[in-house]
């Protein structure tokens, strides 16, 4: 065997050297690369820019539309972090299921969605807020369950909805805890009082230990909370189990049978909720690394919505409304108080739009009810089913207005219900009255003498035609029986006549006429003038 240098055994002692500082260097890298990973991803998760988004009162269309344009407002200006600071009671059910379906949307776009409880986030409010990826609770003042729908009873109370809808909240609530991994008995039992919830976890005994690993095999695939070292079952859940499992287990009673769940800042904490407690929105800034904050005020519209959805002022744009369509009714033609009417309703159906309680389906109801009453007035004598239909069309879609619904299925809606028919029929009793008042005084009242047509119903409508002069007709500006008059267009039954350089519309009383003929006034009521052929021999033309 032949003998290595002392030269050769230098360069193998370097080459070794170097060789182990590679390898040293790789086991290294090897051994931090995961600790790089997550400071590079906490890091990345520090300087962020947030919009933040307040979910105050109660939870309503006018929410629903508020949250989606801040939601949009966000996307524009690419802030890809929104955090939404709750303060709400709850409220409306389907606008509730909007809002958690519009935030889910927001996280598939990769939009990191964070919720603050700020004070309370109850009923709706915590539907919302466990939709969110993130929930932080402020110490001592914040509260979030609760969830079990309510409708009003008999005695002027509230009672549980029952099975049909708590069944339908606890499959949505469901949905949201497999989304962020929270444990879903612990989120239904926010919903059904009935439901006891029990935390359990391995004894420490060596027993147990022992059969820890056959307990997890055996049961797995029949209670899922054995995956992990702490689990939550329900009371009936657990009572399945025999007895000789049951004791390698400690219990704690976590929701009595009976109670909801609402939990505190601190219980959110333990039961593995909430992310973390913290002081306040500055504490929840400095912990997540919130390096600025957007937020939009509430628009003009927004608040001139709301002002113009309020009771009170929802009645009043109701009560001008039908007196102004009492008064159109009352005087010839279509004037100023039919322009009042469309104003008043437009507005209101306009701000109810905006604030997510009218659809397009209200508006077209509406239209429809306008144009069957311009029908029964201007078109078909007498006053029969196309008004009537006009009238309860128009009553209908200013009713439908008032609410997001046609019928009541959860507590918020009777409330809603019971508010906007309220409204509704008091605005309906105050306008009646009003017009009974106005019926009796409007006559005498010198510029509604000049809109309104004379009253003076013939004796004998045969009698000798009145005749005027051109001059005084124009001069007077106004119908009066016994007027003779010429045909501008076919009376079938109505149609337009010419007095005097001035044409009126008029109702055929008897015998259609056609352009051309000669007809005398035989009768006036209101703003409808009603006219009949006439023979040669009955009156002058005045026309």
């Not at 009082?193 to 359990?200: A, D, N, S, Y």
């Amino acid at each position: 065997m032949k003998a290595i240098s002392s030269g050769n055994l230098k360069v193998l002692a370097v080459i070794s050297v170097l060789g182990a500082v590679m390898l040293t260097s790789i086991a290294a890298a090897d051994s931090t690369s995961e600790p790089l990973d997550a400071g590079a991803e906490a890091k990345a998760r520090r300087n962020i820019d947030v919009y933040v988004i307040e979910v105050e009162d109660e939870v309503n269309p006018l929410m629903f539309n508020y949250i989606e344009r801040r939601i949009e407002l966000a996307k524009e200006k690419k802030l890809e972090t929104i955090v939404f600071r709750f303060d709400t009671p709850g409220g409306a059910v389907d606008s509730m299921e909007e809002i958690v379906r519009l935030i889910r949307k927001t996280q598939e776009e990769g939009i990191r969605t964070i919720a603050f409880v700020d004070h309370w986030a109850l009923s709706a409010g915590a539907f919302i807020a466990l939709s969110c990826g993130e929930v932080y609770m402020r110490a001592e003042t914040s509260v979030i369950g609760d969830c079990m729908p309510i409708l009003p009873d008999a005695a002027g109370g509230f009672s549980a909805a029952g099975e049909k809808i708590e069944s339908a909240l606890r499959a949505m609530i469901r949905s949201i805890a497999d989304q962020h991994g929270y444990p879903k008995v612990l989120l239904e039992s926010m919903v059904t009082p009935g439901i006891e919830v029990l935390r359990v976890e391995f004894n420490d005994d060596p027993e147990t230990q022992e059969f820890r690993d056959a307990l997890k095999v055996r049961s797995k695939n029949a209670i899922e909370w054995f995956e992990g070292e702490v689990g939550y079952v329900s009371g009936a859940e657990f009572a399945k189990l025999s007895e000789d499992l049951r004791r390698h287990f400690s219990i704690e009673t976590v929701v009595e049978e009976g109670k909801l769940l609402t939990m505190t800042a601190k219980d959110a904490l333990r039961l593995g909720i909430s992310v973390a407690t913290v002081d306040g929105f500055d504490d929840l800034k400095e912990r997540l690394g919130i390096a600025g904050v957007t937020s939009e005020s509430t628009s003009w519209s927004e608040t001139l919505a709301y002002f113009l959805t309020l009771p009170l002022v929802s009645m009043m744009l109701l009560v001008c409304g039908f007196i102004a369509m009492y008064v159109e009714i009352k005087t010839p033609g279509v004037g100023m108080p039919l322009v009042i009417a469309i104003v008043c309703f437009g507005i209101l159906l306009a701000s109810r739009q905006v604030a997510g309680l009218a659809d397009h389906v209200e508006i077209l109801i509406l239209l429809a009810g306008i144009v069957l009453l311009l029908i029964e007035i201007f078109v078909i004598p007498g006053f029969g089913i196309t008004g009537i239909s006009g009238i309860l069309c128009i009553l209908v879609a200013l009713f439908l207005s008032g609410q997001s619904f046609i019928i009541p299925k959860y507590g918020y809606e009777w409330n809603v219900l019971e508010g906007n028919l309220l409204t509704f029929v008091g605005s309906v009793f105050g306008s009646l009255i009003l017009m009974a008042v106005l019926a009796h005084y409007l006559p005498s009242v010198p510029f509604f003498q000049r809109l309104s047509l004379a009253d003076q119903p013939v004796k004998d409508t045969d009698a000798v035609v009145k005749s005027v002069a051109p001059d005084e007709v124009e001069s007077q500006r106004a119908i009066i029986v016994g007027h003779t008059c010429r045909c501008v267009t076919d009376l079938r039954p109505s149609g337009k006549v010419q007095l005097g350089g001035e044409r009126f519309d008029v109702v055929a009383d008897g015998d259609w006429a056609y352009a051309g003929d000669e007809v005398v006034v035989t009768k006036v009521e209101g703003n409808r003038v009603y006219v009949r052929l006439c023979s040669k021999k009955e009156g002058t033309e005045t026309n």
